[in-house]
């Protein structure tokens, strides 16, 4: 009944972990949901008030422009300019997007034809795999080593490979690892695309979860990198807007403008008035990130602490709000504390191969789950 474009694609994590915590509270379980990254803080109150002023607006109630509202680029170009320091013309080199998997799904169709690689990180974001198998393209794996730092290490992709690859994916800061990239491995993305002709796509949605002091760098920075690439980025996480779908494209206009013409032909563009929420979100008070900042280090400090304390060796990440957890086996441990402790993680494997061997914990509950889920897995080792 299904095209074999559908049968080639392999299950998607996250529903599957949907139906089986489904599935445990149907049971009657008490589940501790640690395994999406989904913000459990609400939407700021100031871009909740932009939103129900919008989307009383007859002007709102029509198709908007499939690039997005003129206001909505300029306030990516002025946030980008704020934060980055990198100018952007919001006429050419700005593209709203339904949040960064809308760019990131669509994209591979624009550059892609049947039988070029495309490079992925391994473990990351499963739409960048799925997404270059809707384009007929093939997948080469660029392991992510914590001996590497969870950075790629780009001379290890065999010369065969290379010579028909066109796109290169990329993720810092890291969702699954949480890793971060020093600046000068931007650098390095930038040369290894103009030597062998790459489009680079950096999927920068966690910028704005930092710790520590940390300040996450845009790809865009690094010097000719918008030459060679584009940027995606989302107010998902910054300003607890998952379900909003609102986000950005920015950078090279010829790609960009290839993933227009990809766009215009399947979606109708952002509706204005979550365009005029996006605005209010770019342009107001950005208080409402620190203090979601400072929730997430609360609560990290409290997993790693209670880990670290129960026997697994485990770090205090810099940015994203996930924990990377070495274990013995992935799927075993994820199981385990799903059925016998009622907590979801996600196995790592379902990154990628190079995932397996680690769980990721996302910290988008509250410190009194957390502390919940460390006495059940501290149970669960006795």
């Known amino acids: 009944m299904y095209s074999q474009r559908l049968e080639n694609l392999p299950p998607y994590l996250f529903a599957r972990i949907d139906a089986l915590k489904g599935q445990k509270r149907r049971e009657g379980v008490d589940v501790i949901d640690l395994g999406v990254g989904d913000p459990d803080l609400p939407t700021p109150d100031h871009i909740v008030e932009a939103m129900i002023r919008a989307v009383k607006d007859p002007k709102n109630h029509h198709y908007p422009a499939y ?10 170009a002025a946030w980008y300019d704020n934060r980055f320091s990198v100018p952007l013309d919001p006429a050419s080199e700005v593209v709203a997007l339904m949040g960064s998997k809308d760019g990131i799904a669509h994209i591979p169709e624009a550059f892609v034809n049947p039988g070029d690689y495309v490079l992925v990180p391994d473990p990351g974001y499963p739409v960048y795999k799925t997404s270059t198998l809707f384009a007929e393209g093939k997948v080469h794996l660029m392991p992510l080593l914590e001996e590497n730092n969870f950075l790629p290490v780009l001379e290890d992709i065999p010369a065969e490979v290379l010579e028909r690859a066109k796109l290169l994916f990329f993720n810092y800061p890291n969702n699954p690892t949480a890793a971060i990239a020093p600046e000068r491995f931007f650098d390095e993305v930038v040369e290894f695309a103009r030597e062998h002709d790459l489009v680079v796509v950096h999927d920068n949605a966690y ?50 403008s290839g993933l227009g013409r990809v766009k215009s032909n399947v979606d109708s563009g952002v509706f204005d008035a979550v365009q005029e929420a ?83 914990f996302a910290v988008t509950r509250s410190v009194e789950r957390i502390e919940e889920a460390i006495e059940r897995i501290g149970r669960l080792r006795r």
């Open 67 to 76: 690039e997005g509202i003129a206001a909505y680029r300029d306030a990516v």
């Open 207 to 256: 910028s704005e979860i930092t710790f520590d002091g940390y300040r996450a760098p845009s790809f865009l920075q690094a010097d000719g990198a918008k030459e060679v690439g584009v940027e995606m980025h989302s107010l998902s996480k910054t300003y607890n807007m998952t379900g909003w779908r609102i986000g950005m494209a920015v950078g090279n206009p010829e790609i960009l």
């Open 278 to 360: 996006g605005i209010a979100a770019l342009t107001g008070p950005q208080q409402c990130v620190a203090d979601a900042c400072a929730i997430y280090q609360e609560r990290r400090d409290v997993l790693v602490k209670g880990l670290s304390e129960l026997g697994y060796d485990v770090r205090a990440p810099k940015a994203t709000f996930y924990v990377w957890m070495p274990v013995e086996d992935c799927m075993t441990t994820a199981t385990q504390f799903l059925n016998e402790a009622g907590i979801v993680v996600t196995p790592g494997v379902g990154f990628g191969e190079s995932g397996d061997g680690y769980v990721r």
